[in-house]
């Protein structure tokens, strides 16, 4: 089994700056990319950032500029920094990792955290 485990949200104010972490944990071989999604109120799912195991990185149009990912391949683990947050940041963050997961063969998957809450407000 394969877990990833979000940390990090909370209330912020605006024009703070908050770091979310994510952990996979399990029978993991490998991990591909990792990258952070979010789903606002009434809002679809849309890209945060992602990045590759080389450390390519990729980033949604409404955070660039304000968004820093990174990642630590010895501990299954990529973050999510935020500055300069807005109310409309205000959302459910997920995280995703796009794995290969020890089995009778490995097996590959991307697999999803159960989101953390980041709310924007004074």
């Known amino acids: 089994q394969v877990q990833l485990v979000e940390s990090g949200g909370g209330l912020v104010q605006p024009g703070g700056s908050l770091r979310l972490s994510c952990a996979a944990s399990?029978?993991?071989?490998?991990?591909?990319?990792m990258g952070w999604y979010r789903q606002g109120q009434r809002k679809e799912r849309e890209l945060v950032a992602t990045?590759?195991?080389?450390?390519?990185?990729n980033y949604g149009d409404s955070v660039k500029g304000r968004a820093t990912i990174s990642r630590d391949n010895a501990k299954n683990t990529v973050y999510l920094q935020m500055n300069s947050l807005k109310p409309e940041d205000t959302a459910v963050y997920y995280c995703?990792?796009?794995?290969?997961?020890?089995?009778?063969?490995?097996?590959?998957?991307?697999?999803w955290g159960q989101g953390t809450q980041v709310t924007v407000s004074s």
């Open positions: 995703n990792a796009d794995l290969y997961r020890r089995a009778v063969t490995l097996t590959r998957g991307v697999y």
């Open positions: 399990g029978s993991i071989s490998s991990i591909n990319a």
């Open positions: 990045i590759t195991s080389g450390g390519s990185t």
